[in-house]
């Protein structure tokens, strides 16, 4: 068995690999897993941890209430984050979609409770998404005066269609797991007490097949699905810069806060 479980109070991440599958999970419970800078670096840093460990499956999953409740939108006010720093960030964010994607391990994300923003895009990264009836999905980003990354403006509109995703992005509408799995956004749904079981039985079937296939398989299929991902991936750093410049933003996001999108999204 390799294991490492990071020990510092401050860390946001906890691994374990264990028989060829790595368990991350988004380690900010009392703010519902919701997303800061060093979340992201260390979650890429675990990623690559898996891949040094040669495990076959990762296991995104979040710690407490919730899998990830999107940006923490009150540390993004407090911090005022300068232009480079935010391209950094954005880029990051980015990255983190091309390494999940591009990784020769099967991803499989376990979502319970909100996934929203970017707990959605970091799920939707994944090759298999098993969600909790009563989790809750959701793109909330344009009433926060900010914009999606993680390729979601491509991925989305493929998955539910041109209309729906206008509704989940544009109105941010959210949507429960069943919904989710209705509309061919998750792979699998299960009751709540049920998910860590349906996560474990999936990752023993991929672990069942052969490797080399499998990481074919996932190959074949980013590169015959996504064809595009790129350029929407870039297209989204444009975007999002724009929608932080443009002088609604700051606004947006207190509104946001002091409503009821970050008492859903981010308070303990």
């Known amino acids: 068995m390799k294991s490492r479980q990071n020990s510092e109070p401050e860390s946001t991440i906890d691994y374990v690999a264990e028989a060829g599958v790595a368990r991350i999970a988004l380690n900010r419970p009392a703010r519902l897993n919701a997303v800061v800078p060093q979340l992201v670096r260390e979650l890429l840093d675990a990623i690559e941890q898996a891949h040094r460990d040669g495990v076959r499956v990762i ?152 490797r080399r296939a499998v990481e074919g398989a996932k190959l074949l299929l980013e590169q015959g699905t996504w064809a595009d991902l790129a350029d929407a991936l870039d297209a989204e750093v444009r975007s999002a810069l724009r929608a932080q410049d443009s002088g609604e933003a700051r606004e947006a996001q207190e509104r946001f806060a002091a409503g009821r999108g970050l008492r859903m999204a981010g308070d303990a």
């Open 59 to 210: 296991v995104l999953s979040g710690r407490g209430r919730a899998f990830c409740s999107g940006y923490d939108l009150k540390h993004e006010v407090v911090g005022s984050p300068s232009a480079d720093e935010r391209v950094e960030r954005l880029a990051r964010i980015q990255a983190l979609t091309t390494t999940l994607r591009g990784s020769p391990c099967c991803v499989i994300a376990q979502v319970h409770g909100y996934a929203l923003g970017a707990g959605a895009e970091l799920a939707l990264a994944a090759d298999f998404v098993v969600a909790a009836e009563d989790a809750v999905f959701g793109f909330p980003e344009v009433e926060a005066g900010l914009s999606v990354t993680g390729g979601v403006s491509a991925v989305l509109p493929r998955l539910v269609g041109p209309a729906r995703a206008r509704r989940l992005m544009i109105l941010g509408e959210r949507i429960d797991g069943k919904q989710a799995y209705d509309l061919g956004l998750v792979s699998h749904v299960s009751t709540a007490g049920e998910l860590p079981a349906v996560v474990d039985a999936l990752a023993d079937t991929v672990l069942s097949r052969p």
